[in-house]
Nanobody
Framework: VQLVESGGGLVQPGGSLRLSCAAS???????????MRWYRQAPGKERELVAT????????DYAAPVKGRFTISRDNVKNIAYLQMNSLKPEDTAVYYC?????WGQGTQVTVSS
């Protein structure tokens, strides 16, 4: 399975970005069989879990620092997971990765700065 993130960039504090994670290369199972997660890693820090969505999209969970500001969603027809990020703060600056089972994307840089 291959995961490709996109949508990162430079944004001012208070701004918004939407990250996408496109999945492909399924053999035995399909995208809709997998829990999807978004992680982030800031410079000098460990990778941390940001958000989780169940396989059918019926349940989500968020890390405390992003709760109420970020929304994870998925489209099981297009095989894409999303992370809508609102009210961004400088401390949200990190490389954001999507994860499905043992597969990871290459990451997309998010920089929040004025």
């Amino acid at each position: 399975v291959q995961l490709v993130e996109s949508g990162g960039g430079l944004v001012q504090p208070g701004g918004s970005l939407r990250l996408s994670c496109a999945a492909s290369g399924f053999t035995r199972f399909t995208f809709s069989n997998y829990i999807m997660r978004w992680y982030r890693q800031a410079p000098g820090k460990e990778r941390e879990l940001v958000a989780t969505i169940t396989s059918a999209g019926g349940s989500t969970d968020y890390a405390a620092p992003v709760k109420g500001r970020f929304t994870i969603s998925r489209d099981n027809v297009k095989n894409i997971a999303y992370l809508q990020m609102n009210s961004l703060k400088p401390e949200d600056t990190a490389v954001y990765y999507c994860n499905m089972a043992a597969s990871w994307g290459q990451g997309t840089q998010v920089t929040v700065s004025s």
